[in-house]
């Protein structure tokens, strides 16, 4: 009997460590991101990424792509999965998976011309002419109801509109508008609103899905999340 208990711990260890070593073996979870790389984000996306793999035994790369590109790739099957995009990006991708847990909270803001008007929420910029970063989708679907709308290719472009009077409001994520736009005192900062922000597979990757969801489960439970993303507001 003792025989037979060792042969079988021996035989699920054999399994297990050739279920490690395929996953090890396995080529690369392809990811893309439209964060930019010199931003603090980016860092934050991809130390959250590195632990998350980690705990798979799994390997990952992560792409820099401008936004709209981001999209097109990733529906095309260039990439596996792409991150962060707010809830409803399966209204853009319907077959992309949403990982949960939601790895941070994004805070928008609008950015205005000091001593001139205030926005509080996304319904009060149906009256104004707005602009925000080209491919961001979360922003395109909560500002629908804004007639009045320009693209801008950068954070820069898009105060520089306000600047000039092109527009009345730029709308930003905190993320990459702390380092990089110059907000002097001709202009004011509004909070808008918060929305979470997911990673997302592709249609194949179901089971990788459920497993991803639930190791950044147990770093939000440990506080990794948190520790990782502490500045992003």
Known sequence: MK????LAASMLWCACAAWAGDLQSAPPVRLVTAVR????????????MDMAFKALKRPYTLTFNPAERAVTA??????????PRGPTYDKTYPEAIRVDP???SALYVGVVRAGGITVASWDDLAK??????????????????????TYA?????CVRMVRDEHVDVCIAVSAGIKPLLPLDKQFAVHHIGHEKLHLW??????????TLGRVLTEMQKRGDLDQIFREFN
């Open 3 to 6: 025989r037979l208990s060792v």
């Open 102 to 104: 939601a790895l941070v």
């Open 37 to 48: 790389p010199e931003l603090p984000a980016y860092k934050q996306f991809s130390d959250a």
């Open 128 to 149: 104004y002419r707005i602009a925000y970063r080209r491919g961001f989708k979360s922003i395109e679907s909560l500002t629908a109801h804004v007639p009045n709308k």
């Open 153 to 157: 290719d950068s954070y820069e472009s």
């Open 74 to 83: 990733f529906k095309s099957g260039l990439f596996d999965g792409d991150l």
């Open 201 to 210: 597979l592709g249609p194949q990757h179901k089971e990788l899905a459920q």
